[in-house]
């Protein structure tokens, strides 16, 4: 997503030449650096600095770091136990917010909570 570390430096450095490719594989969450580019936003900041982009942009959805929502049921259909709170903390908010009315099927007696941003809960 662009959001921390090496990569905000290597694209402040490369990102402005068009000889570069800047090459996505996955996810990138809404407002972060990542959707920004591939949205087609020119220039982008980077450290507070507007940067244009000159670099060619692509995108691969072939590879992810996180489960689909697939592998989240199987995962929740394996537990057992009283499942009392489930937080859907994954992906947009339509989709969490669906993803969390396939929880409360799968799991009538818990509650299933979508929490908006920076909301803190107890359990």
């Not at 990542?34 to 692509?58: K, M, T």
């Not at 691969?60 to 049921?73: K, P, V, W």
Request: charged residues 20%.
């Amino acid at each position: 997503m662009c959001e921390a570390g090496r990569i905000r430096h290597h694209l402040k450095n490369h990102i402005g030449y068009v000889a570069n490719l800047v090459l996505f594989i996955g996810y990138c969450a809404e407002h972060t650096l990542g959707a920004q580019i591939l949205s087609g936003q020119n220039p982008v900041n980077i450290f507070g600095e507007p940067h244009p982009v000159r670099a060619r942009i692509a995108s691969l959805d072939a590879f992810s770091g996180h489960a689909d929502q697939h592998e989240l049921r199987r995962y929740v259909e394996a537990l057992s136990g009283d499942i009392k709170k489930v937080f859907v903390v994954h992906g947009e908010e339509s989709q969490a917010m669906a993803f969390a009315e396939t929880l409360r099927a799968m799991k009538p007696k818990a509650e299933v909570f979508v929490p908006e941003y920076k909301q803190s809960a107890t359990v």
